[in-house]
């Protein structure tokens, strides 16, 4: 009777230590600081020669309050349903913006840990409502997204439009991307970022390197560069980033961050982490150190932001 | 460990186009236009003597957002628990109103598409709270059901108050239905309506008829009908439906609607549709094109409205 | 592809009559009298070595209107992830209190019913978010659980800050238990409370016995009082108990509960319920006679409030 409905899901929650920020050094129970806390709903149908109808309902939420994140939307991680050809793959609904995926594929710390390349690195609204999503069948290593977002902003249907994209190549030891984002912000202005990304897996340590540019129509003018490593080591894996966020205009608001981070498995479900990261602002910059969840309270315009988080993330 | 539970839900989502709303023409991603998306709960126990206890839970959602519909209700849709026995089916909770059901299962659109025929027909507050129902057994086709919604309103717990019923007929070609809802909006104004409804199956058509009228104590007076027809169709359905709503008052706020849709099947669990729907307004009306979950925005007085959509259904 | 995950719940509702509070007698539909509705989500995943990883997500719900409780937290009633050792549990994320399970055990309404020992006695805050607890293996029926909260409230992260355990005892016919709880709920104001309670089964009934302290910092001084007993009889069980809640200072606060209520089984899963709960209130007192999930509207100081329940329990 269930259909072939997977519920599914990944809890994670730990004890930070965030300091240099307004409301000084604060120790928390931290959550999703390796991954973001979710309880998902997903299916498949096999509708014969090749093709499949099939959705995703993807809760995001807070294992310290119990409450929804992504501003309490219900499913505010994923929601759509979706066909897939031999042509491709069809997704409508709410989805995750190609940039962060690619983001995501490339940094070390997976977006998360208190090191996330998020915490310099845009990846545009992360998630996008009102999307349509089209993505190539992998051919040799090789597939393309492509996404566009419904504006649906009241009085202006064109506010809020996204334009997005990301070409991937993954096979045997390089896993490489460019992706795309614009958002369409007000009628005079657009944010648009490119990012390059590449890994590499050299059997003892796998390289990870990126470029992005962030760009908008009033002024807005940055570039980031990220360095990383991951290395099995013992029973589990070290992981390192250097991020450098900088300001090309004279606002003053790039920075610099360093990560260390050790995930130390339990099975194949279930690890202990711990990680740090510090980053020291530009003059105006007020970045903080976050993880895949939240982050500390942001510190006085150019002062540094550190977090230390030791946890535990469990896959059902 | 699962108990019997079943997992279960509707997802659909497309794309729209509204004409004739304050808004201009809107092109957006449409969510739960032949029915709305959904994710559910439920489950049933066999207590012997042809007894069972059984319960629903069913969230509804946007899937262009993932946020729940019905208010931010959690499963807003349906929540109650309930007894059955061979005298019949006692339920308590969050129910929808028999009228709801009687029209859904009579209008040929069943209150979806852009062409539902709630955009001109009331099913009560669709919804409600409080409510204890019971069932007749069904025998030779006859079954009856009676709602009681207490009102629970601060200050007056007779405000809100729902009576409600529904005498149901369904054997071989013919369906037929007569239903009742009654709402205390106001200490002195009660919202009353009678629906009258029957679909005939000819075997290359199914012809569906209706007849409601809609009365309240502070002068409003509609009288609606609806003729409609579903033709199988190659590897779907063929739906058309005329609906008008008189208003036999002086506010002149009657209107008419002409709907064609189809439906593709996939699978049993999937189809594609297509649909378009137009209203028009008498002078003073503001009647809108929507559809199972939502519809554009309203059209200045007596003016028209107009909405396409192109989707996927799938049920899991 | 469940990954042993258990999707379980309890469903109730019914028909309450409240009288004496600021509303009058109000008839209405009930939910969660005899036990919280809710919707959980759990899991364990065997780790070896006696280890294993675990998970809560509980979400809790008025059947009568499908909306959330707790605030409108999706998981307010449990939320976290733990590890168990040999060494004992370790759990991470928002938990019921000590004091709560405790006084829950030893109340012969189970904390549910319109006779629920906490509409005299207090259990804290009910649940607690950012929890860290800590709970000893059993050994010969002894066992042992701290629970601290962190505060994390904006500008003073000690204030909202619990420290809590209990020293629970449950061997044979015998149950014991001490409880304590600190919240921090001013810089100058930490509300304490101590609960001693003990429940021994003679066979045809089963004693039950409380005592409670409740201070703080500003001059609350109250010491509450339970005596209770649950009888098997017939198809179900008979419960009764008589609350006192002095007021030591000088405000008049306090107030009596007698309650009775019958459990009537119709399997290991469900059962129907009828209990009724008076209280008669000190000079100055406006306590209410609650259930599991409410109570009516609160009376004018130092009058009775009074509450009769029938319903329906099902889990799944």
Do not use: W
């Not at 090749?50 to 309050?65: C, K, Q």
């Not at 315009?301 to 030791?310: C, F, H, K, M």
């Amino acid at each position: 009777a269930q259909s072939g409905i997977t519920v599914y899901g990944i809890l994670d929650a730990g004890i930070a230590r965030e300091t240099g920020g307004a409301e000084g050094s604060v120790t928390k129970l931290a959550t999703g600081v390796q991954s973001g806390s979710r309880l998902g709903f997903k299916g498949q149908e096999d509708l014969g020669n090749g093709m499949n109808a099939h959705f995703v309902l993807e809760n995001g939420l807070d294992l310290d309050t119990g409450k929804a994140r992504q501003n309490g939307a219900l499913f505010g991680r994923h929601a759509y349903v979706g066909l897939t050809t031999s042509a491709g793959t069809i997704n409508l609904g709410r989805q995750c913006n190609p940039i962060f995926i690619a983001l995501d594929g490339i940094d070390p710390f997976e977006t998360g840990f208190t090191g996330s390349a998020t915490n310099l690195m845009s990846i545009g609204t992360a998630r996008t409502n009102n999307t349509v999503s089209y993505a190539t069948p992998k051919l040799n290593g090789l597939s393309a997204t492509v996404m566009y977002g419904f504006g649906e902003q009241a009085g202006d249907s064109s506010l809020g439009r996204t334009i997005a994209f990301s070409v991937d190549y993954a096979a045997g030891p390089l896993v490489g991307t460019l992706a795309y984002d614009s958002l369409k912000v007000t009628s005079f202005n657009t944010l648009k970022e490119v990012l390059l990304g590449a890994s590499y897996n050299f059997g003892p340590a796998t390289v990870h390197a990126a470029f992005e540019t962030e760009k908008n129509d009033i002024g807005g003018d940055f570039r980031d560069f990220l360095l990383g490593a991951s290395v099995p080591l013992g029973q589990g894996k070290l992981l390192a980033s250097y991020v450098k966020k900088q300001d090309r205009s004279a606002t003053k608001q790039g920075g610099r961050q360093f990560a260390v981070g050790y995930t130390y498995t339990l099975s194949k479900r279930t690890n202990l982490y711990s990680s740090y990261g510090t980053i020291r602002n530009e003059l105006a910059a007020t970045n903080v150190v976050g993880d895949a969840s939240s982050g500390g309270s942001a510190p006085a315009a150019g002062n540094g932001s550190r977090a230390l988080a030791v946890g535990i993330r469990h896959k059902f």
